[in-house]
């Protein structure tokens, strides 16, 4: 027995202390809401079944290499548990297996993701010191293990395993199968199951366009049509042949519109445009871990992001029917301004399959010591630098810029600011007001200039935040300001982003209608009089009489005139208090199977199944 033991010792304190420390970071760093006590017991046995059979190879290893292995293994536990950690820091979400292939993409993080860290973060590997002190001074030796006791071990975590499935089962019906949020999958299956579970659906998802053909499209096709409204016609071909300039706004989220800070407007410029605009105050951001790149992806194709991943990455040699590719039948040049790496989400190769006539990346730009923050070139070099090439672009053009000075950690030197940081407990809300009023100038300043050069007249603006830049980790920070609780329904109305269309000549006009990035394409399209015909797409024209008057987000939730549906909740809209979950549930279905045909027709590239002239063509297998 004594034996035993000893044989042991270093494995089960391994296991142990893996288990508790990953129940601990789960439970009280991931803000995951628990209902009952049944999803608590879940939650501390989760964790357990993987310790088990990852820690169990290291029995399979010589006695001389086994403990080395056992620590091994539980550093790389502890690892992947870290880099959940610092990734939640600032998306407030977890890790998803093609995140971390997008190498590249880390590598251009480096400034945010030292940000995220501190040297306390020692805690999250105490297990792994104390294994080292043990293994170094108590000279513990494993001994012989026979095959019974390791095929019981296996046993014991595939056991551990399914009850927790079971359990789990019964408190979420279809979780593996529907899975449109991760929180919900790490609740109820535990951290390292779930990675689990994401490199297998990884590996389906290469299946499946392997195994797709083209009869699916059939029933998508005719989702769409079901779905189409007739678009406003008042507005067709208003902007036709003009140049059209698409501005997206780096993390701007709708609040800091017409709002002020210590007295101070934080968007001057961005009011007064409104006032010569159709503005948009419930239009809301649709993106998922792809961020910026989501937003592009919804604004080019008007087809959703998908459930993880960035599609920029792990779909970007799909056949796409991209604004660039469209506009250019109608003889639009094309081109996208954005001073970051060309590599950054994928952009180069994706924007040639949207069909971008060119790319003005960071090598088009002088970035200097003097000029850059943070991520880089700053809005105001950027815009001023981007004029040159405006002058010489052939016309009509389509021009999409990206801004990135917004960005987390939103920082700004101080002759850069033209109001202070504000003076909440979050450093993170504080700062972004700074550079939200920094931007607005910017594009102040960008307008002015295209004025002087004669590009404003013929042309058109559309205006957009690109996803939110203040996390639910700042809610504290966020009621303060909002001067009320930031309540699961506020969370999901924080998700609004600014949608501004500016058209030289037009009055403004507020346009209530509630939408999505999916409706910007459509919307577009009618403003440039350009018949986009039957091609599958899912959003609507934003000023049409027939608009669903909803959007749909991500993860699932979605909003209409009427309600909110975020976290399995109803909520109606006008008083901000939970309803009768019935109310929400024809929506619900439409959703699901929207973001279902979506995620088919990217998952099976079945776009290539289809001519956008002459619709299905089944018989082309490219
Ligand atoms: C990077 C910029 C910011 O090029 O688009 O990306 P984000 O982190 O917001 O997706
Ligand atoms: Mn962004």
């Not at 690892?79 to 093609?98: E, K």
């Not at 300039?245 to 701007?252: G, H, N, P, Q, Y």
Request: proline letters at 4%.
């Amino acid at each position: 027995m004594k034996k035993t033991l000893a044989n042991y010792s270093m494995f089960f304190t391994a296991t142990i202390l893996l288990w508790i420390k990953t129940y601990f970071v789960i439970r009280f760093y991931f803000n995951i809401p628990l209902e009952n006590k049944m999803q608590q017991f879940i939650l501390v046995i989760s964790p357990l079944s993987t310790v088990l059979l990852f820690l169990g190879f290291s029995l399979f290893f010589s006695q001389r290499l086994r403990n080395r292995m056992i620590l091994l293994i539980s550093f790389i536990g502890s690892f992947i548990l870290y880099a959940n950690i610092v990734y939640y820091r600032f998306f407030n979400d977890f890790i998803t297996i093609p995140l971390l292939f997008q190498t590249s993409n880390m590598g251009d993080l480096g400034s945010s993701v030292f940000e995220l860290m501190n040297f306390t973060d020692v805690v999250f590997f105490i297990d792994v010191i104390i294994l080292a002190v043990l293994m170094k001074f108590l000279q513990v030796k494993p001994v012989h293990t026979t095959k019974k006791q390791i095929a019981s071990i296996f046993a014991a975590a595939l056991a551990l395993f399914a009850i927790n499935l079971g359990l789990a089962e019964t408190e979420r019906p279809q979780l593996l199968t529907r899975t449109f949020d991760r929180e919900m999958l790490i609740k109820n299956i535990g951290v390292y199951n779930y990675h689990i579970y994401d490199i297998i659906m990884q590996s389906r998802a290469k299946a499946q366009r392997a195994l797709a053909d083209g009869s699916e499209i059939v029933d998508i096709e005719n989702y769409v049509k079901a779905n189409r409204a007739q678009p406003n016609e008042k507005m067709t071909g208003i902007a036709k042949r003009k140049n059209v300039f698409v501005i997206s706004f780096e993390s701007l989220q709708d609040f800091v519109i017409n709002n002020t800070v210590d007295g101070e407007a934080i968007t001057p410029f961005l009011n007064s445009l409104i006032k010569e605009s159709y503005y948009f105050p419930n239009f809301y951001h649709q993106t998922g871990q792809g961020k910026t790149s989501d937003s592009e992806f919804l604004l080019e194709n008007s087809l959703y992001p998908l459930p993880s991943g960035a599609v920029f990455f792990t779909h970007s040699q799909n056949a796409y029917h991209g604004t660039p590719n469209q506009l250019k039948e109608s003889g639009y040049y094309s081109a996208v301004f954005h001073a970051n790496n060309k590599s950054f989400w994928n952009r180069d190769v994706m924007y040639d399959s949207l069909g971008y006539d060119h790319f003005y990346d960071v090598d088009s730009y002088s970035v200097t010591e003097e000029n850059s923050i943070g991520w880089g070139l700053k809005d105001g070099p950027f815009f001023e630098q981007s004029i040159e090439y405006l002058k010489h672009m052939p016309k009509p053009f389509y021009s999409k810029f990206i801004t990135l000075t917004n960005h987390f950690p939103f920082t700004l030197e101080e002759e850069d600011q033209i109001i202070p940081p504000w003076t909440s407990s979050s450093g993170t809300l504080n700062r972004y007001f700074t550079t939200v009023r920094y931007t607005d100038e910017a594009v102040k300043n960008f307008f002015e200039r295209l004025k002087e050069e004669g590009l404003y007249e013929d042309s058109i603006f559309i205006l957009y935040g690109d996803h939110y830049g203040i996390s639910e980790n700042h809610n504290k920070a966020m009621s303060q300001y909002l001067g009320r609780e930031i309540t699961p329904f506020e969370s999901a109305q924080l998700q609004k982003v600014p949608l501004i269309i500016h058209i030289p000549g037009q009055k403004g006009k507020v346009i209530e209608t509630v939408g999505g990035q999916i409706d910007l394409k459509p919307t577009i399209f009618n403003l440039l009089g350009i018949d986009l015909k039957d091609d599958i797409y899912f959003g609507n024209d934003l000023f049409s009489k027939e608009h669903s008057n909803a959007a749909v987000f991500r993860d699932g939730s979605f909003i209409t005139k009427d309600f909110v549906y975020t976290k399995d909740l109803c909520y109606e809209k006008a008083t901000g208090m939970e309803t009768d979950i019935e109310k929400c549930e024809p929506y619900k279905e439409k959703t699901e199977q929207e973001l279902h045909y979506s995620d088919r027709i990217i998952y099976g590239d079945l776009l290539r199944f289809f001519d956008k002239n002459n619709g299905t063509d089944v018989k082309v297998k490219k």
